[in-house]
T-cell receptor, first 111, second 112 residues
């Protein structure tokens, strides 16, 4: 149903590596979001964007950074991954209705 | 502090029974939304109810909203094994311009 895509679906990497999680949507939505979710737990907003060149930190502090150079693309970057970054990362977008559309998520494991 | 709290945290029922999940929140809202998440996947939007609405239906789903008690409930009627998932409420608080705050979710297991 949703036209929002995340890659990769799974990522296992070593400590200290730089990683970028990709998120793209084809719905023309201005608003995009990144959430972090540990297994069986609630979602925590870590970054959001209301349009091109607009990014804000969310409610949960995160060492990751984001960029929004194009409407459809909202990548998340970790400069130096650590085991504490192991989690699932979910990307979402929303339009005028306020309903959010989610990607399938990236499950990150840092060894 | 957490905006949404859900009750129960886990629910196990037989196929054909109804499932009711409750959500409480703390601040005034523009709308409240319910989402479903299958294990390890992204969330799927189920229903949105605005602050001036009291009840909404979608297929086997019925959502109620009581803004005076700051609470909502999701009822799934005639449950099926395929309804097994986690269900989250999320609030769009007044002034938050689209950001959602999610509850911790209710894990529903429907036994065939």
């Amino acid at each position: 149903e949703a036209d929002i895509y995340q890659t990769p679906r799974y990522l296992v990497i070593g400590t200290g590596k730089k990683i970028t999680l990709e998120c793209s949507q084809t719905m023309g939505h201005d608003k995009m979001y990144w959430y972090q979710q540990d297994p069986g737990m609630e979602l925590h907003l870590i970054h959001y964007s209301y349009g091109v060149n607009s990014t804000e930190k969310g409610d949960l502090s995160s060492e990751s950074t984001v960029s929004r150079i194009r409407t459809e693309h909202f990548p998340l970057t970790l400069e130096s991954a650590r085991p504490s970054h192991t989690s699932q990362y979910l990307c979402a977008s929303s339009g005028e209705t306020g309903r959010q559309y989610f990607g399938a998520g990236t499950r990150l494991s840092v060894l | 502090s957490q905006q949404g709290e859900e009750d129960p945290q886990a629910l196990s029922i037989q196929e054909g029974e109804n499932a009711t999940m409750n959500c409480s929140y703390k601040t005034s809202i523009n709308n409240l939304q319910w989402y479903r998440q299958n294990s390890g996947r992204g969330l799927v939007h189920l229903i949105l109810i605005r602050s001036n609405e009291r009840e909404k239906h979608s297929g086997r789903l019925r959502v109620t909203l009581d803004t005076s008690k700051k609470s909502s409930s999701l009822l799934i009627t005639a449950s099926r094994a395929a309804d097994t998932a986690s269900y989250f409420c999320a609030t769009d608080a007044t002034g938050n311009t689209g950001k959602l705050i999610f509850g911790q979710g209710t894990t529903l297991q429907v036994k065939p």
